[in-house]
């Protein structure tokens, strides 16, 4: 099946930093996700980016689907980007569809 | 807010129990999704309903099942409870498919004791 990693496992910024969060994913996909869960655990889909590069205010994302991996960025941080974001692949086959999430990059924005 | 609220919040029941989590959608979502969080597992995907229809099914046990009712609530039935099945629990629902963008619920803390 698919294998999804994501690095760093952990990351502590001070206001303001810019970060690159990265995924790696071991087979094509169909469908490449991030999410955002804060500390109190709500999850936000942030992007739905199977290739190309979409920004979303602070945010934005690239796949590059031939080397099989995603990166988001976050621009001047802010202690509300503090959280869990986890990136996820989806691959459709033979009628099935498996979405495997990454185990996720702890993001910590200090002020 | 997301728009998208789930049922109980939490949930404490006894190893062989069987529990039901409600999912009701954004007003004109055609979509939900159910996820499930756990330490050992971290985040999974376990099912997907479009307007009633089952469209993919992922890491979803067989003692687990779901539905989509003609009013598009969903329901999430969770039999033979195990210690392991302890988790959160998050519906998830889009207006279409698997393109858009999924607003989350609070999700539910099933606690199996």
């Known amino acids: 099946g698919i294998q999804v990693e994501q690095s760093p496992p952990d990351l502590i910024l001070q206001e303001g930093a810019n970060s690159t969060l990265r995924c790696n994913f071991s087979?094509?996909?169909?469908?490449l996700q991030w999410f955002h869960q804060n500390p109190w655990g709500q999850l936000i889909n942030l992007f739905y980016?199977?290739?190309g590069t979409k920004q979303n205010g602070r945010l934005s994302a690239t796949t590059v689907a031939t080397e099989r991996y995603s990166l988001l960025y976050i621009s001047s941080s802010q202690t509300t980007d503090s959280g869990v974001y986890f990136c996820?692949?989806?691959?459709?086959?033979?009628?099935?569809?498996?979405?495997?999430f990454g185990k996720g990059t702890k993001l910590t924005v200090n002020p | 807010d997301s728009g998208v609220t789930q049922t109980p919040k939490h949930l404490i029941t006894a190893t062989g129990q069987r529990v039901t989590l409600r999912c009701s959608p954004r007003?004109?979502?055609?979509?939900v999704y159910w996820y499930q969080q756990s330490l050992d597992q971290g985040l999974q995907f376990l099912i997907h309903?479009?307007?009633?229809?089952?469209?993919a099914k992922g890491n979803i046990l067989e003692r687990f099942s779901a539905q989509q009712f003609p009013d598009l609530h969903s329901e999430l039935n969770l039999s033979s409870l195990e210690l392991g099945d302890s988790a959160l629990y998050f519906c998830?629902?889009?207006?279409?498919?698997?393109?858009?963008?999924?607003?989350f619920g609070p999700g539910t803390r099933l606690l199996v004791l």
């Open positions: 007003s004109g979502d055609l979509s």
């Open positions: 087979d094509s996909v169909n469908n």
């Open positions: 309903y479009y307007n009633g229809e089952e469209r």
């Open positions: 998830a629902s889009s207006v279409g498919s698997l393109r858009e963008t999924q607003y």
């Open positions: 980016i199977p290739s």
């Open positions: 996820a692949a989806r691959r459709t086959q033979g009628g099935s569809e498996k979405l495997v």
